[in-house]
Nanobody, 115 residues
């Protein structure tokens, strides 16, 4: 079983930055991907960024060049640095870990970009 605890959401003005962090319990052994998804009101949940066990990264086109995903195996965390935030980035952000073909989800953290 994997438990995920997210932190770092909040309210920020357009052009600002936020850093999301997700701490996961248990061993990293067997983890295929760690990543972040988001869901805006009335929309489907979408992939924002993910990092594989060989450190290959994938980003949604809408965040390329602005967001950076990283992980710290010693601290069992996956982080999302979000720069140049736009109002359309407003959503609930969910941490995701895929371990042995099972998806685990965090409780979600709200990110609001507004002036």
């Amino acid at each position: 079983q994997v438990q995920l605890v997210e932190s770092g959401g909040g309210l920020v003005q357009p052009g600002g930055s936020l850093r999301l962090s997700c701490a996961h319990s248990g061993s990293i052994f067997g983890i295929n991907y760690m990543g972040w998804y988001r869901q805006a009101p009335g929309k489907q949940r979408e992939l924002v960024a993910r990092i594989s066990n060989d450190d290959t990264t994938t980003y949604a086109d809408s965040v390329k060049g602005r967001f950076t995903i990283s992980r710290d195996n010693a601290l069992n965390t996956v982080n999302l640095q979000m720069n140049s935030l736009k109002p359309e980035d407003t959503a609930v952000y969910y941490c995701n870990v895929q371990k042995r073909s099972t998806d685990y989800w965090g409780q979600g953290t709200q990110v609001t970009v507004s002036s």
